[in-house]
């Protein structure tokens, strides 16, 4: 079966870190632009951060610069997303998503997972 499972959300308090994973089964990462994106309660799903296949560069939205970091191993066939000084805002499901290049548009990402739930609490 061809998917990608992410993994690593949680509770945790504002300033603290978390870092998500999106292991893939079926296919090979490292043919594939990976994405991730978040989803807020009774928002449209944004693309945060994206690592690009054709050279290796990172891209990220204004709201996550600077606090998060997306990396690859392709040996562990996995994509991670470490998140440092967690905000109340960044309280939503993060999704991870497979594409030819970083700069399609939403809909020609595939391979989307189930998601994980990040909560950022006091």
């Known amino acids: 079966q061809v998917q990608l499972v992410e993994s690593g959300g949680g509770l945790v308090q504002p300033g603290g870190s978390l870092r998500l994973s999106c292991a893939a089964s079926?296919?090979?990462?490292?043919?594939?632009?990976i994405g991730w994106f978040r989803q807020a309660p009774g928002k449209e799903r944004e693309g945060i951060s994206c690592?690009?296949?054709?050279?290796?560069?990172?891209h990220y939205s204004d709201s996550v610069k600077g606090r998060f970091t997306i990396s690859r191993d392709n040996a562990k066939n996995t994509v991670y997303l470490q998140m440092n000084s967690l905000k109340f805002e960044d309280t939503a499901v993060y999704y991870c998503?497979?594409?030819?290049?970083?700069?399609?548009?939403?809909?020609?990402?595939?391979?989307w997972g189930q998601g994980t739930q990040v909560t950022i609490s006091s």
């Open positions: 079926g296919f090979t990462l490292d043919s594939y632009s």
């Open positions: 998503a497979a594409a030819p290049s970083c700069g399609v548009g939403r809909s020609d990402f595939g391979f």
């Open positions: 690592i690009s296949i054709s050279d290796g560069n990172s």
